[in-house]
């Protein structure tokens, strides 16, 4: 059974930092790909970044401008989020998600509702 265990999240002042992390255990292998999610309240999820665990691909949203790094770690299966200058309407809660076996390549065009297993949620706080 695959299990998912997101971490990192807290309070931040506004240009502030965290990194998160999500665990994942049960994969068969790395063919697997974990991605991040975040949603605020009253907003719809969205996907902000994934990465392929085999193939190291990596896909980011637009809308993070080059402020956030997700890594991956394709033997312990951990995936990491770096999120840099975090600004209030980064406030959310932020999920993993993975999706596989099978995923050798890119990791882009996979949506929300086709992640197969999700983590139960870290909360980020971003204050001004």
């Known amino acids: 059974e695959v299990q998912l265990q997101a971490s990192g999240g807290g309070l931040v002042q506004s240009g502030g930092s965290l990194r998160l992390s999500c665990a994942a255990s049960g994969f068969t292998g790395d063919d697997y790909a974990i991605g991040w999610f975040r949603q605020a309240p009253g907003k719809e999820r969205e996907k902000l970044s994934c990465?392929?665990?085999?193939?190291?691909?990596?896909f980011y949203a637009n809308s993070l401008k080059d402020r956030f790094t997700i890594s991956g770690d394709n033997v312990n299966h951990v995936a990491y989020l770096q999120m840099n200058n975090l600004k209030p309407e980064d406030t959310a809660v932020y999920y993993c998600?993975?999706?596989?076996?099978?995923?050798?390549?890119?990791?882009?065009?996979?949506?929300?509702?086709?992640?197969?297993?999700w983590g139960q949620g870290t909360q980020v706080t971003v204050s001004s």
């Open positions: 998600a993975a999706l596989g076996p099978y995923i050798w390549y890119g990791c882009s065009e996979y949506v929300a509702n086709e992640y197969d297993y």
């Open positions: 990465i392929s665990l085999r193939s190291g691909m990596i």
